[in-house]
């Protein structure tokens, strides 16, 4: 059927799939899609992806939204990009394909890289100017990596013959053949190479870091007219209107619009942000990242408690004890045993974030006897993920000075009640889950339709956001996962400590 009156389309390029979504002026879904993309890690510690498969999923699921829609290309108000942030593409205008496979968030090449400038001075005015830790996650030490293994790269960035950016700036430059080279500040200040409170790239950070680059990506607002799609990608020339980084998008999408609302987006990792409002809070070291929400006319800064293995730890469970169905399928298991008997899990698998950061601590398994089932070990991963979590709230809530009223909570997880449950008992505070699963191609959308003047501004947008459904947690369960807890945490410090150079015995 035919749909009347202008649409929206949001588009997430995710870690693990690809999601369109199309609403309209009511902030009604018409239509969504998804399709997977493939990681592959080629070597241990590194994580890469194709981004010309990035890109060709973009355009088919924008296709195949405004078709299931019953809408056309012309019928686009606004196309909203968002996006996995911390992830590098370089690429070649000429050609318009990447020279090297994208380096993920994930990837942790550049550790060896940044460990110069762990130096308290240096590491201090990274993290006050900036609000990222020193970590190969950032955009920073990959570009540092590969300025240093890479010279023929590393000469074409430093020449000009070469471009680079993040996720978003990727796609804004093949959507529109090339006519946009830009980025927003949300995405921009991931990199570590941009300054916060002045909102602009940074010449110290990219000496400190050992980068010439002989063009960087224009930053504006969030919302606001890009450009248009390359004539011929879509039957129509199609206004692009916001780019954002995916978890500020869900944060968008959840109407965390006013100081310390905060949710948390369980995925490949889980993430946990806060609304920080008008000023960036002040930098402590409490392993929390201060970065840019979004930019409307001025900036909005959050806080973010950065999980590095949420879905991951269950996705890995399945596949070591052959449970079909993935993460679903743990925790299905997991309920055969309801408590973990003292098994203990840290999902170090690519490092620990907030609040460690810890890139060299590895995943431990602990605590088993010759009794331990499957089924205790599958719930041990979920309490892990559930400790994560806490952990960051714990660091948030002091930040901001109180702990949340409630947890609004989006994700492919939450699906899983026994899950939820968990994690409101560990917390004990109630979770809102979203109404809406996929929230940000929903937030992207709704900023692209403030960047397409379809909405005047966030009070007009709170009304769109739907309610959802709440779990309480069970008072009586607090003592015992208080225990848990901290257990679960000297687990941590061990995993930690057994990084560390042991002393040599005397002779």
């Not at 890469?48 to 990035?54: H, S, T």
């Not at 011929?232 to 619009?257: N, R």
């Not at 596949?319 to 169905?325: I, K, N, T, V, Y």
């Not at 339709?449 to 005047?456: C, E, P, Y």
Request: net charge negative; hydrophobic share 45%; with cysteine.
């Amino acid at each position: 059927m035919k749909h009347g009156g202008p649409i929206i389309v949001g588009v997430d390029q995710g870690t693990t799939n690809t999601k369109a979504m199309a609403i309209d002026s009511a902030g009604r879904v018409l239509a969504q899609t998804e399709r997977p993309i493939a990681t592959a890690s080629p070597q241990p510690g590194w994580v890469e992806q194709d981004a010309l498969a990035m890109f060709a999923n973009c355009v088919a699921c924008i296709r195949e939204v405004i078709e299931r829609a019953g809408a056309s290309a012309r019928d686009v108000a606004g196309l909203g990009i968002a996006n996995q942030t911390e992830t590098l593409v370089i690429w070649d205008p000429t050609t318009a394909k990447p020279v090297m496979p994208a380096m993920v968030w994930q990837c942790r090449r550049g550790e060896a890289e940044i460990a110069p400038l762990r130096r308290p001075e240096t590491a201090a005015l990274i993290a006050a100017r900036t609000g990222v830790d020193l970590d190969p996650t950032f955009t920073a030490a990959k570009l540092a990596w590969v300025t240093r293994h890479l010279p023929e790269i590393a000469a074409g960035l430093r020449e000009g013959a070469l471009l680079c950016g993040t996720v978003d700036c990727w796609l804004l430059w093949r959507l529109s053949g090339g006519r946009i080279y830009a980025t927003e500040p949300g995405n921009a200040s991931r990199t570590a190479l941009f300054a916060l409170e002045r909102g602009g790239w940074d010449a110290e950070l990219l000496a400190l870091f050992g980068l010439e680059l002989a063009r960087l990506p224009e930053t504006g607002l969030t919302a606001r007219h890009y450009g248009e799609t390359a004539a011929g990608l879509f039957e129509a020339e199609i206004p692009i209107t916001a780019a954002m980084g995916d978890q500020q998008a869900s944060l968008f999408g959840h109407g965390c619009f006013a100081p310390g609302d905060l949710k948390v987006t369980y995925g490949t990792g889980a993430f946990m942000w806060a609304n920080a409002g008008a000023r960036m809070p002040p930098g402590r070291a409490d392993g929390l990242i201060r970065t840019i929400a979004w930019d409307l006319g001025a900036p909005t800064y959050a806080l973010e408690g950065f999980v590095m293995s949420a879905g991951a730890t269950l996705n890995w469970l399945a596949r070591q004890f052959g449970l079909a169905g993935g993460g679903e399928a743990v925790v299905a298991k997991a309920r055969e045993a309801a408590d973990s008997h003292g098994v203990t899990l840290v999902p170090a698998f690519q490092g620990l974030g907030s609040p460690w950061w810890n890139a060299d601590v590895r995943a431990v398994l602990s605590g088993m006897t010759e009794a331990t089932s499957v089924a205790e070990i599958c719930q041990a991963g979920l309490e892990a993920v559930c400790y994560q979590v806490r952990a960051a709230l714990e660091g948030i809530a002091a930040a901001i000075g109180r702990p949340p009223a409630l947890v609004r909570a989006d994700g492919g997880p939450t699906r899983a009640a026994a899950l939820m449950q968990l994690q409101a008992d560990c917390l004990q505070i109630p979770l809102h889950l979203a109404a809406q699963e996929a929230l940000t191609p929903f937030g992207v959308a709704l900023m692209a339709g403030l960047g397409a003047g379809i909405w005047r501004g966030t009070d007009e947008l709170r009304p769109l956001v739907g309610a959802g459904r709440e779990t309480h947690p069970n008072p009586a369960t607090q003592t015992r996962q208080d225990a848990g807890y901290h257990t679960w945490l000297r687990a941590v410090d061990a995993a930690i400590a057994a990084t560390k150079p042991q002393p040599e015995n005397a002779a």
